[in-house]
């Protein structure tokens, strides 16, 4: 059965503590994976797309990464603003359904 | 470029109570997808279709609930009779053929 797992749950930081969040699949065929940031009482807001193992993609402080069975949204000297739920949802080939894990909830502390 | 668009942003009804939620995707997309967000189930797809045909409804958790798509700008969601266990909210996305989804900014439904 396909499969998202993301880790930590939540995660706490100091302003300018880097860090990484993890999102761990198992599927049958990687079509993409995708990175969402939300913020409360919003809907996810697109960040990222990765295709194939080794591909990295940078927005200014988030860089996302991915490997054959993992992808880490790395976060370098992070602000408050970056306070948000970091969602990360896979498609496998031939369809266009997202499975989305359950997000972690990042806090940025000044 | 406006982004996807769904009403009401609030809803509150009582149980047993019809609910149609509205969703209008990005122009020129071609695939519209609805999603339930609960704290405890985190986003779950309910259905998507493709050149306003529905694709797959397997994520319909039950005959109460009906989506439509009677062209390429308006679909809707249609909770009938409405429970207090479909409070959660509710998201319309959008995308062209495979590509990336953009969400709406969501419909929070409470059912008394």
């Known amino acids: 059965e396909d499969q998202v797992t993301q880790s930590p749950e939540a995660l706490r930081l100091q302003e300018g503590e880097s860090s990484s969040l993890n999102c761990s699949y198992t599927?049958?065929?990687?079509?993409?994976l995708f990175w969402y940031r939300q913020d409360p009482g919003k809907g996810p807001e697109f960040l990222f797309t990765?295709?194939?193992a080794g591909e990295e993609k940078e927005k200014e402080r988030l860089k996302a990464t991915l490997t054959k069975k993992e992808s880490f949204l790395h976060i370098t000297a992070p602000k408050p603003e970056d306070s948000a739920t970091y969602l990360c949802?896979?498609?496998?080939?031939?369809?266009?359904?997202?499975?989305f894990g359950t997000g972690t909830r990042l806090k940025v502390l000044a | 470029d406006a982004g996807v668009i769904q009403s009401p942003r609030h809803e509150v009804t009582e149980m047993g109570q019809e609910v149609t939620l509205r969703c209008k995707p990005i122009?020129?997309?071609?695939?519209l997808f609805w999603y339930r967000q609960t704290m405890m189930r985190g986003l779950e797809l309910l259905i998507y279709?493709?050149?306003?045909?529905?694709?797959?409804d397997s994520g319909m958790p039950e005959d109460r609930f009906s989506a439509k798509m009677p062209n390429a700008s308006f679909s809707t969601l249609k909770i009938q009779p409405s429970e207090p266990r479909d409070s959660a909210v509710y998201f319309c996305?959008?995308?062209?053929?495979?590509?990336?989804?953009?969400f709406g900014p969501g419909t929070r439904l409470l059912v008394l």
């Open positions: 122009s020129g997309h071609n695939s």
């Open positions: 990765l295709y194939s």
């Open positions: 996305a959008s995308s062209f053929l495979e590509e990336t989804q953009y």
């Open positions: 279709f493709n050149n306003n045909v529905p694709i797959d």
């Open positions: 599927v049958s065929g990687l079509r993409g």
């Open positions: 949802a896979v498609q496998t080939s031939g369809t266009y359904k997202y499975i």
